[in-house]
């Protein structure tokens, strides 16, 4: 098993916004990496994002009716960026390629190249 990163920035708390953004997070997950089976995804929001749940997005667009899902809030410090959509995904994979679009680009600046 495999754990592989990704996150996504918004920039309105709004549900087709959201949803443009976790499918295009998922989407490129999928295609930056070889995954054989997904076993559970993890998804965190800051605390500003209140206006859809992205689990519920990836569960009704995607084949993940038998996997584990679950959506927590991002723990806050004092220099958090908000508006951030993280995913942790447990699978069997060839890959574990992590994933930072936009915004949350500058969490992770060690992953550029
Ligand atoms: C830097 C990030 O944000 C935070 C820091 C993390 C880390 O240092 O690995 C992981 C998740 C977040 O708590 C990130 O999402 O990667």
Redesign the pocket.
């Known amino acids: 098993m495999i754990a592989i ?1 990704g ?1 996504t920035s918004i920039e309105k708390n709004e549900s087709k916004h959201i949803k443009e953004k976790t499918i295009e997070l998922y989407d490129k997950i999928m295609k930056e990496n070889d995954i054989k089976k997904i076993l559970s995804i993890i998804v ?1 929001v800051t605390s500003d994002i209140t206006e859809i749940n992205p689990v519920t997005i990836i569960r009704e667009n995607f084949k993940l009716k038998k996997v584990a899902l679950l959506c927590v809030q ?2 806050q410090f004092k220099n958090s960026k908000n508006g ?1 959509i ?1 995913f942790l995904i447990h699978c069997e994979s060839n890959t574990n390629n992590f994933v ?1 679009l936009h915004d ?1 680009r500058e ?2 600046p060690d992953l550029e190249e």
Do not use: D, Q
Request: charged share 35%; proline share 0%; no cysteine.
């Open positions: 990163r996150a965190s991002e723990a951030i993280r930072f949350a969490l992770r």
